[in-house]
């Protein structure tokens, strides 16, 4: 892979781009993409920058820039790296208008694998595919009924709709670029949310899920014709308008479902039994992979990286992880490579 030619096409394909009628006021910013031993930025090769990490929008030198890992997530697919990196940009302007409505990663991972949650959130999973393909007001209620019954269960449900929010609404602007390029790969790619979406694991992953069922869900009001504030106080869900109520329905209890939680829960119950040499390091995490981590019973597993800070050190870990926490969950004891 040649970097900068890479950097060059894509950057060509994104100027391209009409940014105003994804949303207006969005607009291009500048981006990275890197590698374990470089990274390209305005069409010039760098010697990598330890600050680069995963795929997101980060403040850097001064401007708020968007950053792609090109070893770990390479895209063979000219368009669809491009609608990826409007994703990530999507993030930079949300930092630019200083958006206040950003997740509690740590507390919505903690969502407890409760079966009546995850039976909800796969019937709003199957409402939401069914409003793709055939737009409704009545789809739209019975969305609302789903919800509000969620939220009563969990107020921590508001930190998934947060992130739906955040992570929906950008890869809807992905999306819709996509769409710009090609009509029939935004086609493929939207019925490929669709398909995650009607998989009974993605259930159990609300942050993994928020992207594909906040795309849909900002699909879904678009068809409606209704306008939606994407800069608020209040998550997209709890903008919609009091007009629409709620209607309730009788659904089947999936019992995939209910047989994949409890594998979830024991396979998770295995792996904290194991011996771990546990390395006492009292801190906070300051950085981390949502995408690739999970909390149980007041355990983080990582897989992607994890960054901790004890008011004197930062630690920046890269390998398999298994950190400690207080009851809390907000302080780590400790932490262990997973082999």
Same mark, same amino acid.
């Given at each position: 892979?040649?970097?900068?030619?890479?950097?060059?096409t894509?950057h060509q394909?994104?100027?391209q781009?009409?940014?105003t009628?994804l949303?207006?006021?969005?607009?291009?910013?500048d981006f990275?993409l890197? +590698?374990?031993?470089?990274?390209c930025?305005?069409?010039?090769?760098?010697v990598h920058?330890?600050?680069?990490?995963?795929?997101t929008?980060?403040?850097?030198n001064?401007?708020?820039?968007?950053?792609?890992?090109?070893e770990?997530?390479?895209i063979?697919?000219?368009?669809v790296?491009a609608?990826n990196?409007?994703?990530?940009?999507?993030h930079?302007?949300?930092?630019?208008q200083?958006?206040?409505r950003?997740p509690k990663?740590?507390l919505?991972?903690?969502?407890p694998?409760?079966?009546k949650l995850?039976q909800?959130?796969?019937q709003?999973s199957r409402?939401?595919v069914?409003g793709?393909?055939?737009p409704?007001?009545?789809?739209l209620?019975?969305i609302c009924f789903i919800?509000?019954e969620m939220?009563?269960?969990?107020s921590s449900i508001e930190?998934?709709l947060k992130?739906?929010t955040i992570?929906g609404a950008?890869e809807?602007?992905?999306v819709l670029?996509? &769409?710009?390029?090609?009509s029939? &790969?935004y086609?493929i790619?939207?019925?490929?949310?669709?398909?995650?979406l009607?998989l009974?694991?993605?259930?159990?992953n609300?942050?993994r899920r928020s992207?594909?069922?906040?795309c849909l869900f900002?699909h879904?009001?678009?068809?409606?014709?209704f306008?939606?504030p994407?800069?608020?106080?209040? +998550?997209?869900?709890?903008s919609?308008?009091?007009?629409?109520?709620p209607?309730s329905?009788?659904y089947?209890?999936?019992d995939?479902?209910?047989?994949l939680?409890?594998e979830?829960?024991?396979?998770?119950q295995?792996?904290i039994?194991?011996?771990y040499d546990f390395v006492?390091?009292p801190s906070?995490?300051?950085?981390?992979?949502?995408?690739n981590?999970?909390y149980?019973? +007041?355990?983080?597993?990582?897989?992607?990286f994890?960054?901790?800070d004890n008011?004197?050190?930062t630690?920046t870990?890269?390998k398999p992880?298994?950190? &400690?926490?207080e009851?809390?969950?907000d302080?780590?004891?400790?932490?262990?490579?997973?082999k």
């Amino acid at each position: 892979m040649e970097l900068k030619k890479l950097y060059s096409t894509i950057h060509q394909k994104l100027n391209q781009l009409d940014f105003t009628k994804l949303y207006n006021g969005f607009k291009k910013y500048d981006f990275i993409l890197y +590698t374990s031993k470089e990274y390209c930025f305005c069409n010039e090769i760098y010697v990598h920058d330890a600050e680069f990490y995963g795929n997101t929008a980060i403040e850097w030198n001064g401007k708020i820039v968007a950053i792609w890992n090109v070893e770990a997530d390479y895209i063979e697919d000219e368009d669809v790296f491009a609608a990826n990196l409007v994703h990530e940009m999507y993030h930079c302007y949300q930092l630019e208008q200083e958006e206040k409505r950003f997740p509690k990663d740590l507390l919505l991972l903690s969502i407890p694998l409760e079966e009546k949650l995850c039976q909800l959130r796969y019937q709003d999973s199957r409402l939401l595919v069914e409003g793709y393909f055939n737009p409704s007001i009545d789809i739209l209620r019975r969305i609302c009924f789903i919800r509000n019954e969620m939220l009563e269960i969990s107020s921590s449900i508001e930190e998934e709709l947060k992130s739906e929010t955040i992570e929906g609404a950008a890869e809807y602007m992905g999306v819709l670029a996509l &769409k710009q390029w090609s009509s029939s &790969k935004y086609k493929i790619r939207m019925e490929k949310y669709c398909s995650i979406l009607n998989l009974v694991d993605i259930q159990l992953n609300p942050r993994r899920r928020s992207y594909y069922s906040g795309c849909l869900f900002l699909h879904l009001l678009k068809e409606l014709s209704f306008s939606f504030p994407l800069f608020s106080e209040v +998550t997209i869900y709890a903008s919609l308008p009091q007009t629409i109520r709620p209607k309730s329905f009788t659904y089947q209890r999936n019992d995939k479902l209910i047989d994949l939680i409890l594998e979830q829960e024991q396979n998770l119950q295995k792996m904290i039994e194991k011996p771990y040499d546990f390395v006492s390091f009292p801190s906070r995490i300051v950085g981390y992979d949502p995408m690739n981590m999970i909390y149980y019973k +007041t355990y983080f597993i990582s897989k992607g990286f994890i960054r901790l800070d004890n008011g004197l050190e930062t630690k920046t870990i890269q390998k398999p992880v298994i950190l &400690k926490l207080e009851a809390s969950f907000d302080l780590v004891l400790g932490y262990s490579f997973i082999k």
